[in-house]
């Protein structure tokens, strides 16, 4: 069944690329096009502010798909903020260990709705853990991404410090650098991210969760883009992982997600290596 409140498709051009989008209790920006995002900022800072580092070898090879929510970043915001699911994915259930911080690590954040979900989440505020969440993207978009996060910081628990870092899928020195920063997240999270059909962009990003996911990555995708993008980035990582499918109508009853539409991957690293 389609058409529940939470997904998008459906709405018209300002609804889905312009207006705010707000669900349980964020609230984010979203701007048609990168260059609507920088003319905003350059008009409220009275500067240019276009990156003059931009690399065009790294850029989104669909321009712009940063500056709007996609369906599947709810669902998976919502997902990973499910007791059970927090449960099994950091395998800590009770009595916690509070001495180290939980660390998660988004690519791709865009908006910033997954990540910012579950930072607010019950799940998130109720328990005693620390969390370090970083939120990556590319330079490009990480500013966007940032506003975002600063927008709904009234809404942060304490025990929540989020960072943004520019990642750039199979750029060996940025993922590097994550590692020397964060190292191997707790779990890595990933929205909407297999929507392409270059195979360069697929391959690169499956090298980025080959290398930097420690115990297990989840990813929400929707089968609506580019479903053969899906069947080749699980190819490319299933020797490095255990793929469990998790049907998208199974994440939240009310949701009413369709399984021909969406899915939730949970990749489980065969072997421990950190
Ligand atoms: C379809 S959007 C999904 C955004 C967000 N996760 C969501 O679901 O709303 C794809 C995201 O991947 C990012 N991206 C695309 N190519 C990338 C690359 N080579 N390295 C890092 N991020 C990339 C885009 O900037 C964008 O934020």
């Known amino acids: 069944m389609r058409g529940s409140a939470w997904q998008r ?19 984010v920006r979203q701007f048609p096009s990168r260059s609507v995002f920088e003319k905003a900022v350059s008009d409220a800072i009275g500067a240019n502010v ?25 669902l998976l915001g919502i997902y ?12 800590k259930k009770a009595p916690p260990n509070c001495s180290r911080p939980i660390v998660t690590l988004e690519l791709g954040a865009g908006t910033g709705v997954a990540s910012l979900l579950f930072a607010t989440s019950e799940v998130v505020r109720e328990t005693k853990y620390t969390y370090n969440m970083m939120m990556t993207d590319l330079q ?7 506003l975002n996060v600063h927008a709904n ?31 191997h997240p707790d779990i890595l999270f ?5 929507y392409t059909c270059d195979k360069s962009v ?18 929400a995708v929707c089968k609506m883009h580019r479903p053969e993008s899906i069947d080749f980035f699980v190819s490319l990582i299933e020797c490095n992982f255990d793929v469990r499918h998790i049907p ?24 421990s290596r950190i």
Request: contains cysteine; hydrophobic residues 45%.
């Open 50 to 74: 276009l990156d003059a580092s931009d690399d065009e070898a790294d850029n989104d090879r669909v321009p712009d798909t940063a500056f709007t929510v996609w369906d599947a970043s709810v």
């Open 153 to 183: 910081i009234h809404n942060i628990p304490n025990n929540v410090t989020i960072t943004t870092q520019p990642l750039r899928w199979g750029r060996v020195d940025d993922m590097d650098a994550l590692l020397r920063d964060i190292g």
């Open 202 to 219: 697929i391959s690169a990003l499956a090298e980025t969760v080959v290398m930097l996911t420690g115990r297990v990555a989840v990813f």
């Open 9 to 27: 498709s459906c709405l018209g051009y300002k609804e889905r690329f312009v207006d705010d989008f707000e669900f349980n209790g964020i609230r």
């Open 248 to 271: 998208a109508s199974s994440v939240q009853m009310d949701l009413l997600a369709s399984d021909d539409d969406f899915a939730v991957l949970e990749l489980w690293r065969r072997k």
């Open 140 to 146: 490009s978009a990480i500013n966007f991404t940032r």
């Open 190 to 194: 990933g929205a909407d991210l297999l």
């Open 80 to 91: 990973a903020s499910r007791k059970d699911v927090w449960s099994r994915l950091t395998k």
